[in-house]
T-cell receptor
């Protein structure tokens, strides 16, 4: 079974702090994704990566950055956390071959509260 | 451009009755379509997927979905609801070399 793990289930940070959310997958997937999920807005893509050291902006990248130094690990960074970044953050990974998108495997999520 | 619309934000059914969660999509080329389920405070889990093989797709936990190209629909059904089916369900569309698009979700409530 594919396993995607996230470093924390719950996190409370103060405004202005630098926040790191870590995601690790164990299936050698090329693609990794970070989403945030808010009531009524569904899942919104923040960033994704299709290879080591490669990254692409998603729909809402402002206020976030990412790092992918190893294939299995994809980090989301909030440089200076703000209260409007309070949300559920979901990491996912997937295979991609010949341009075809395969199903995503999700981690359990990190519920971040910024006070 | 691709898009996906889940027609109901909330659906309530009684335990033991059929479930229908509706999803319409828009895609210029042959899409891949997925349904995911999310139980409270959990990540998303794949229920089933359509990738241009059989149009009737069977998934886990008794769910199935039918790809209808003429109606651009991919509705999720289950013959008999169980209390454990209470969750949020997401319809997803993608295609080769293109973005993955999530629907806004449908929250399924099961009445005893």
């Amino acid at each position: 079974d594919v396993k995607v793990t996230q470093s924390s289930r719950y996190l409370v940070k103060r405004t202005g702090e630098k926040v790191f959310l870590e995601c690790v997958q164990d299936m050698d997937h090329e693609n990794m994704f970070w989403y945030r999920q808010d009531p009524g807005l569904g899942l919104r893509l923040i960033y994704f990566s299709y290879d080591v050291k490669m990254k692409e902006k998603g729909d809402i990248p402002e206020g976030y950055s990412v790092s992918r130094e190893k294939k299995e690990r994809f980090s989301l960074i909030l440089e200076s956390a703000s209260t409007n970044q309070t949300s559920m953050y979901l990491c996912a990974s997937s295979l991609m071959a010949s341009g075809a998108q395969y199903e995503q495997y999700f981690g359990p999520g990190t519920r971040l509260t910024v006070t | 451009a691709q898009s996906v619309t889940q027609l109901d934000s909330h659906v309530s059914v009684s335990e033991g009755t059929p479930v229908l969660l509706r999803c319409n999509y828009s895609s210029s080329y042959s899409p891949s379509l997925f349904w995911y389920v999310q139980h409270p405070n959990k990540g998303l889990q794949l229920l089933l997927k359509y990738t241009s093989a059989a149009t009737l797709v069977k998934g886990i936990n008794g769910f199935e979905a039918e790809f209808k190209k003429s109606e651009t629909s991919f509705h999720l059904t289950k013959p008999s609801a169980h209390m454990s089916d209470a969750a949020e369900y997401f319809c997803v569309v993608t295609r080769r070399n293109d973005k993955i698009i999530f629907g806004k979700g449908t929250r399924l409530h099961i009445l005893p």
